[in-house]
């Protein structure tokens, strides 16, 4: 998880720039979060929060998720690249 968040922070900062990928410097910190590091976190923290449930069939994960993407999302509403769709 720790991979895929850096990842996404250090490439996000050339997300939007036009040419070829390997034009493009390929390390860069001056990004931000994008929607797949927020949605990345928000799965991990329903993964914690349906652990920690006292009794998993009174939460689903599928509803924890829900709750926690549409939370991050409320959280981080524009982030590098907007959300897709």
Do not use: C, N
Request: aromatic share 8%; net charge positive.
């Amino acid at each position: 998880m720790y991979g895929a968040l850096l990842g996404s922070m250090m490439g996000s900062g050339t997300l939007l720039q036009p040419g070829k990928a390997a034009e493009r410097p390929q390390l860069s910190m001056g990004g931000g979060m994008t929607d797949g590091a927020v949605m990345t976190v928000a799965a991990g923290w329903a993964l914690i929060r349906s652990f920690q449930a006292p009794d998993s069939t009174d939460h689903p994960f599928r509803g924890v998720l829900i709750d926690a993407m549409q939370k991050m999302g409320g959280r981080y509403p524009q982030p590098v690249g907007g959300y897709s769709g």
